[in-house]
């Protein structure tokens, strides 16, 4: 006989799960002594919000859901934020939540909630273990829905008074995906539609890939000669210097890729839903009539034609696709690899970084240093804010594996991410970008790297404002600055605070030096650039957004 408690922990076990990411409560204690004789690590986070970030990132990084444990009312709402990058990012995710003893239900308990309710509309399931002798079969059935078709997040509630009464309940093995392949008939008409074509364009995206896969979809664009272009925050699916790379379809996207898309006369669209970011707007393609044929591939049936009418839809996972399209007797056409090649002499001069910014740091060039001195293996990991764009247009990404980032657009995100990363990869140099504003959502979780030794590099832009809102504001409201500006602490300092290492870059000649001082630290350590106001995106001043801004 075991404790609910023992199951749960034995249940994760049987799982794989090596890592679990939470806030100790009350209300899972039962837990918590149990993992106590486990080999399963209990990362102890500072914030239920930062431990669903960190037990997601693992998800995008191993394709097997990342745990969080959060204890009841308040631990589970903070930990929405996490959740809900899981949902919009088609993550795997399980998370468990302790819950008041079964007999108090209804009664607005003790920091009662209802979990169906609060987390219904963004998850794939949740549910409440209401005896001991089920937690296996809850538990096994929580990871096959976790990465079944569409990944996303589940939620597991658990009374109190179910952890700590006995069950003799056997474990269930581990759970693995189901995969989904297309049909003979389905590779036969997309040779069809391939055959057809005269300005082809693949597009890959989503979730449920693989190093292999990904693999896979090198050679068989090489096969054929095929343009490929990647969604927003998902770059790292194809190499950015192969001649093949055309860019990525996200925010702030090349006019020259957008132009392609909108020429392209056949879109395989592998992977991903097209949702509003790579969409612009839902206005790249029609709806529901896309205005050109549409290959639609993607594990989730409930995604094809919900908003796009496919001329070819298949429920597949990315990998058992090419595996089955490999052999197709497609011939490539001669156009086919001249467009290739002028969308990737547009995409290398769209992602040359700019010469000059104003102010005394040059982000350009430390970005053009960070490419030349970090090995292909480097994971970057970052959250949400004009920042981001010097990562995600001037970097350039070579392997899979080495960015997680938040499609849903998470502020916050990039620390929790890249401690994950790092204790998922402790022999790999992981940086983590963040704004100003975008840290200070999460920066207490530093505390956690310090905590478990994970020697992430984290480079806080600093422009003292919520520079995405501000560039809306400036634009909408020239001049009108509103609950936009921030005043900061010293965040080198806050670093040693905590016993890391800390560096502050207030021009580009220090940068260098000061990224080698905190990697051979050999401790998490956060370096402070102080990035001018002016300098707010890439491509246009502070006071050229606001000139050109609408009058009021």
Partial sequence: MKTGGQLVVEALEAQGVRRVFGVPGESYLAVLDALHDSPIEMVVCRHEGGAAMMAEAQGKLTGRPGVCLVTRGPGATNAASGIHVAQQDETPLVVLVGQIERGMRGRDAFQEVDYGKLFGGMCKWVAEIDSAERV???????????????????????????????????????????????????????????????????????????????????????????????????????????????????????????????????????????????????????????GKAIVHVHPGAEEIGRVYRPALGVVATPGAFLEAAAGLAVVAQPAWAARAEAAHAAYLAWSTPPEAIPGAVQMGRIMSWLDERLADDAVFTNGAGNYATWIHRFHRFRRFGTQVAPVCGSMGYGLPAAIAAKLENRTRDVLCFAGDGCFQMTGLEFGTAVQEGAAVIVLVVDNGMYGTIRMHQEREYPGRVSGTQLQNPDFAAFARAYGGHGETVETTEQFAPAFERARASGLPAIIHVKLDPEALTPGRTLSEIRAGGKSK
Avoid: C
């Fill in 136 to 290: 296996p079969e809850m538990i096994s059935r929580a990871f096959h829905t976790a990465m079944a078709g569409r990944p996303g997040p589940v939620v597991l509630a658990l009374p109190e008074d179910t952890l700590t009464e006995t069950a003799d309940a056997a474990v269930a093995p581990q759970a693995e995906p189901v995969e989904s392949a297309p049909t003979q008939g389905q590779l036969k008409a997309f040779a069809e539609l391939l055959a057809k074509a005269e300005r082809p364009l693949l597009v890959a995206g989503g979730s449920r890939w693989t190093k292999e896969s990904a693999s896979a979809l090198k050679t068989f664009a090489e096969r054929l000669s095929l343009p490929v272009a990647v969604t927003f925050r998902r770059q790292m699916l194809f190499d950015h210097a192969h001649p093949l790379y055309a860019g990525d379809i996200g925010l702030g996207i090349n006019p020259k890729l957008t132009a392609l898309v909108k020429d392209s006369d056949l879109v395989i669209l592998l992977g991903d839903r097209f949702s509003e970011v790579p969409s612009q707007s839902y206005g790249l393609l029609g709806i529901p009539d896309p």
